[in-house]
Nanobody, 122 residues
Framework: QVQLAESGGDSVQFGGSLKLSCVVSGLPFGDYCLGWFRQVPGVERELGAIAGISDIGTTSYADSVKGRFTISKDYAKNTLFLQMNSLTPEDTAMYYC??????????????WGQGTQVTVSS
């Protein structure tokens, strides 16, 4: 059974930092594309991943987080990370990790975590 479990969400002040984790189990972690998504309550989830990392480690970022967020993964721990710096209230959302064999279809991934809440106060 494939499972993705996020953690690390918290409430922080404007300009603060957080590091999210997503532990993946049930399949060979290194063979898949992984992404982070976010959703504000009452608003549809952003269509594209805010950050993605391919099976070979190629990364991509949405313009809204580029230069502030860093996606990475630890093969030994089967864990995906999202380092978030210079946080603003606009980053407040539920953050989800997702996994798919191909990055081009990560937005419609079959496997998702349950989410972890990030709240940034001004």
């Amino acid at each position: 059974q494939v499972q993705l479990a996020e953690s690390g969400g918290d409430s922080v002040q404007f300009g603060g930092s957080l590091k999210l984790s997503c532990v993946v189990s049930g399949l060979p972690f290194g063979d898949y594309c992984l992404g982070w998504f976010r959703q504000v309550p009452g608003v549809e989830r952003e269509l594209g991943a805010i950050a993605g990392i391919s099976d070979i480690g190629t990364t991509s970022y949405a313009d809204s987080v580029k230069g502030r967020f860093t996606i990475s993964k630890d093969y030994a721990k089967n864990t995906l990370f999202l380092q978030m710096n210079s946080l603003t209230p606009e980053d407040t959302a539920m953050y989800y990790c997702a996994l798919d064999l191909y990055c081009y279809r990560i937005s419609t991934a079959k496997h998702w975590g349950q989410g972890t809440q990030v709240t940034v106060s001004s």
